[in-house]
């Protein structure tokens, strides 16, 4: 069945180190959305594509977040260097850009920077 | 700017109905969306309105009324399976969506 694929699942680093999250997203969605949430600040946006091309990057960190889509089936967010205020869950999502679309959203990368 | 407001726990009695209250503040919007997100787990779709009155989807409703600037999640015949978070989102421009904090609900048996 189609789904948000995203990894690794869980991330142990240590500050300072560079962290790569990634996701596929469902087949023939062109529309993907990186969030990231903690206890504090519930889902924030950080990123959101659209055939590729970013629409909206103002939720992030610009000095040490970056976010890609080097093709239609690859996401990916890169932090670095790490901090231990990155510490959150990561989600991935796609869809489509329609009236009414729900997004599709993968299960997450949990970091934890130490 | 827009911004939506929820409260951030809810506790209801198993077998009860619960309304879980959303309002909003916006220039436009296409509509509401409601997710579910269990703990540990991604959040998943449960509605969305359009257009006001109500929309039903087996034990729950959503209702919208663009006039009041406020929505709400209703859930009948509650099992212990819906304690969880759930969000009210605005589907915006660039139908992108903008986050309400979340609405812990908290069943009891």
């Known amino acids: 069945d189609a789904r948000v694929t995203q990894t690794p699942r869980h991330k142990v680093t240590e500050m300072g180190q560079e962290v790569t999250m990634r996701c596929q997203p469902i087949l023939g969605h062109n529309t993907v959305f990186w969030y990231r949430q903690t206890m504090m600040q519930g889902l924030e946006l950080l990123a959101y594509f659209r055939n590729r091309a970013p629409l909206d990057d103002s939720g992030m960190p610009k000095d040490r977040f970056s976010a890609e889509m080097p093709d239609a089936t690859l996401a990916t967010l890169k932090i670095q260097p790490s901090e231990p205020r990155d510490s959150a869950v990561y989600f991935c999502?796609?869809?489509?850009?329609?009236?009414?679309?729900?997004?599709?959203f993968g299960q997450g990368t949990r970091l934890t920077v130490v | 700017g827009q911004s939506l407001e929820q409260p951030s726990e809810v506790t209801a009695v198993e077998g009860a109905i619960v309304q879980i209250n959303c309002t909003y503040q916006?220039?436009?919007?296409?509509?509401l969306s409601w997710y579910q997100q269990h703990d540990g787990g991604a959040p998943t779709f449960l509605s969305y309105?359009?257009l006001d009155g109500l929309e039903e989807t087996g034990r729950f409703s959503s209702f919208l009324s663009r006039s009041d600037s406020y929505g709400y999640l209703l859930l009948q015949e509650l099992q212990m399976k819906d304690s969880a978070s759930y969000f009210c989102?605005?589907?915006?421009?660039?139908?992108?969506?903008?986050w309400g904090a979340g609405t812990k609900l908290i069943i009891k048996p």
């Open positions: 989102a605005l589907q915006g421009g660039n139908y992108q969506l903008i």
């Open positions: 309105n359009a």
């Open positions: 999502a796609s869809g489509l850009p329609l009236v009414g679309t729900e997004a599709f």
């Open positions: 916006t220039s436009g919007f296409y509509g």
